[in-house]
């Protein structure tokens, strides 16, 4: 099992709908969680971190965390095509790991017009 | 505003050969690190560095080498490279604030191994 999951992609919607991406994690240890967004050829960016069970708004994304489930998803509101990109959870396993990231494989996002 | 500079971009080797991948930040961060990329697949973290003399195996860190030369600077080496290290290496850094903190991800390095 890998340690931070991903649901397979890709995943298609339409402009103007939600785009939902979804993350487990295996390590109840985890402290702090990542999204990032990677278009293609390009490194990845932060769009969205997250520490406390709950929910975080910023703009048109909301990432939301159960540490007891262990998950975390990424939602896109109002999704345009320039949210067509590779979204890659990522996963902090805690102070004795130096702020080492886990990243999941990645979920490609298509957005069509 | 540099950021995190990796230098080459492009590189294509032959089998066996070494070369040595550079990477330097001016954000002024203690830790840093290296990740590999393979297609559809998400950052792999090979080695990492906490702090300036400090260096610490990640998941994949057969093949590797690195080095701290200073908190600027942290280089990967492949000694005698594979076709299996084609890939797309990223070097990143974090800030030093709390437990925990985002990545500063440079612009990647795109090895092929022939």
């Known amino acids: 099992q890998k340690e931070v999951e991903q649901n397979s992609g890709p995943l298609s919607v339409p402009e103007g709908a939600i785009a939902s991406l979804n993350c487990t994690y295996s390590?109840?240890?985890?402290?702090?969680f990542f999204w990032y967004r990677q278009y293609s050829g390009k490194s990845p960016e932060l769009i969205m971190f997250i520490y406390s069970n709950g929910d975080k708004e910023d703009g048109r994304f909301t990432a939301q965390l159960n540490k007891a489930s262990q998950y975390v998803s990424l939602l896109i509101r109002d999704s345009q095509p320039s949210d067509s990109a590779t979204y890659l959870c990522?996963?902090?396993?805690?102070?004795?790991?130096?702020?080492?990231?886990?990243f999941g494989d990645g979920t490609t996002l298509t957005v069509k017009p | 505003n540099a950021g995190v500079t990796q230098t080459p971009k492009f590189q294509v080797l032959k089998t066996g050969q070494s070369m040595t991948l550079q990477c330097a930040q001016d954000?002024?961060?203690?830790?840093m690190y290296w990740y590999r990329q393979d297609p559809g697949m998400g950052l792999r973290l090979i080695y990492y560095?906490?702090?300036?003399?400090?260096?610490d195996k990640g998941e994949v860190p057969n093949g590797y080498n690195v080095s701290r030369l200073n908190k600027r600077e942290f280089s990967l080496r492949l000694e005698s490279a594979a076709p299996s290290q084609t890939s797309v290496y990223f070097c990143a850094s974090r800030p030093d604030r709390g437990v925990t903190g985002e990545l500063f991800f440079g612009e990647g390095s795109r090895l092929t191994v022939l």
């Open positions: 990522a996963v902090n396993f805690g102070y004795t790991n130096a702020g080492k990231s886990t």
């Open positions: 954000m002024n961060h203690n830790s």
């Open positions: 390590d109840r240890g985890s402290q702090s």
């Open positions: 560095s906490a702090s300036e003399g400090t260096t």
